[in-house]
């Protein structure tokens, strides 16, 4: 029989407290960043510039199509090797803004791309400038449109950000790996990980959905 023992945790909870602080700042610059990343891949994917269509199109499919581990590994062990060094916290951020940026430029331009194009044309008509048009006639409904899938993204990408704790990088799994080493109690601490995970997605969940009711008017039960 096996005897439960969570008096290490509960001892130590504060470096898994810290460690979760870590990976919600981790996650959210990560996130910034890549929706900069985000928009200015999808005003690229959507302009009449073909070479500059294809260079991003390679981006987004070499990153969908590719393990982000390897995508870190390759960042933080690979490119020492031609003379670029990161700290273990920089490569993990710098590999989950190129790794959301992807994904999010697709979302984007999906977003950009379901704007009625008669009111693209109205804007034009208008005299608007094309910064005008994107500013006042794209960018609030397709954000509306995006949202949904861009909250999505962040929950994974706070949860997908437990992988960089391979490369020894600061955040809640990697504080859960050092508190094990300690104290050996597994069962108990990566049990009590997974709940602080579960409750960090769940609050963020909630979070996004009263943004979201208050910027575009959804309805609540949404």
Known sequence: MYHFNFTPVFDNFYLLLYGAWLTVRLSFVAM???????????????????????????????????????????????LPAVGIAL???????VALVINVGAYGTEIT????????????????????????????????????????????QFIYLMLTSSVVSTISANDLASAGADLNAKTFASFEIY??????????????SGLFRLVQHTLFNYPASR
Do not use: C, D, W
């Not at 700290?87 to 951020?93: H, S």
């Not at 044309?121 to 899938?149: C, D, H, S, T």
């Not at 049990?191 to 963020?204: D, N, R």
């Open 32 to 78: 910034i960043l890549g929706l900069v990343v985000s928009v200015l891949g999808a005003v690229a994917r959507t302009s009449r510039y073909k070479i500059l269509r294809g260079l991003v199109g390679a981006y987004v499919e070499i990153i969908r199509n590719t393990p982000f581990l390897i995508q870190i590994f390759f960042l933080f062990f690979g």
């Open 87 to 93: 700290n273990p916290n920089v490569a993990a951020l």
């Open 109 to 152: 331009r999906a977003g950009i791309e379901s704007v009625p194009h008669g009111q693209v044309e109205a804007g034009r008509a208008l005299g608007l400038e094309p910064v005008q048009i994107f500013r006042y006639v794209v960018l609030k409904p397709a954000l509306r449109n995006v949202y949904p899938a861009m909250t999505s």
């Open 191 to 204: 049990l009590v990980i997974t709940a602080m995970y579960l409750v960090l997605s769940l609050l963020f």
